[in-house]
Nanobody, 123 residues
């Protein structure tokens, strides 16, 4: 069974940085596309970034381009999201996601989700 556990969230001032981690287990991590999504109250979860198998096929939502960096370490079964230049509008619950079909992650319908980690950015 796919298990995803996020960590690294917290509260920071605008302009600060955080690095989120997602530790995966229960499947062949390197065979799955991965992604980060975020959700605020009253809104749907939206893709922030995605990365295909073997550290390829990287995508970002326009609002985070140049500020966030997604990466994966297949040897450690871990997905990362480095977030720099954080803004108050980045405040959300951030979720790690996995799916063996890459386009399902890109389009926002991955089969597997973590429990989330909260990111709060103050003005």
């Amino acid at each position: 069974q796919v298990q995803l556990v996020e960590s690294g969230g917290g509260s920071v001032q605008a302009g600060g940085s955080l690095r989120l981690s997602c530790v995966a287990s229960g499947y062949n991590f390197s065979s799955y596309s991965m992604g980060w999504f975020r959700q605020t109250p009253g809104k749907q979860r939206a893709r922030v970034a995605s990365i295909d198998i073997d550290n390829t096929g990287i995508t970002y939502v326009d609002s985070v381009k140049g500020r966030f960096t997604i990466s994966r370490d297949n040897a450690k079964n871990t997905l990362y999201l480095q977030m720099d230049g954080l803004k108050p509008e980045d405040t959300a619950m951030y979720y790690c996601a996995a799916d063996p079909v890459g386009y399902r992650v890109v389009l926002g319908y991955p089969a597997n989700w973590g429990q989330g980690t909260q990111v709060t950015v103050s003005s």
